[in-house]
């Protein structure tokens, strides 16, 4: 497609169908932090259409709503991503993550805080943070040097 062309496009207004799925989204984004479509552009169009034939409009609004409710997605890991329009678009798997549960909010396992737990017990010989306090105030008060040994 010559410049021409692809300027051309970009002055058409999109199909209703992608229209649709635009409308969808800005309106399951609207008030978090992830950000809503200001421009569709041809290479939005052209992806669009083709996730259209992957999934019904409806199936796309769950996809996107799972997506606003989503921490993770609203930039709540550890890395600060966010969600978008785009990435939601580039391939087929996103959409199937999403409505697998990948981003769903999750309660903390459990069983991974017990294993820290255990593992500080392990450290310190079972003695509690105050026991371990009170030692380190007797050593620091006798002129006993106080001197670090663990790697947490």
């Not at 921490?71 to 939601?88: E, P």
């Not at 996103?94 to 593992?119: C, F, M, Q, T």
Request: hydrophobic share 40%.
């Amino acid at each position: 497609m010559t410049k021409a062309q692809n300027e051309k496009n970009f002055l058409l207004p999109p199909p209703p169908m992608v229209a649709k799925l635009v409308e969808s989204w800005n309106q399951a984004v609207t008030g978090t932090a992830i950000p809503r479509v200001r421009d569709i552009t041809p290479s939005r169009t052209k992806k669009a259409k083709v996730r259209l034939r992957e999934r019904s409009l409806e199936e796309w609004d769950l996809v996107f709503r799972k997506i606003a409710e989503s921490s993770y997605c609203k930039g709540g890991g550890r890395d600060a991503w966010v969600a978008s329009f785009d990435w939601i678009i580039s391939n087929d798997g996103n959409a199937a993550k999403v409505l697998e549960g990948l981003y769903d909010n999750r309660i903390p396992n459990r069983g991974a805080v017990v294993n820290r737990v255990n593992h500080v017990a392990d450290a310190t010989g079972g003695k509690s943070f105050e026991e371990l306090e009170r030692e380190a105030a007797l050593r620091l008060s006798s002129g006993e040097p106080y001197r670090w040994v663990g790697g947490m």
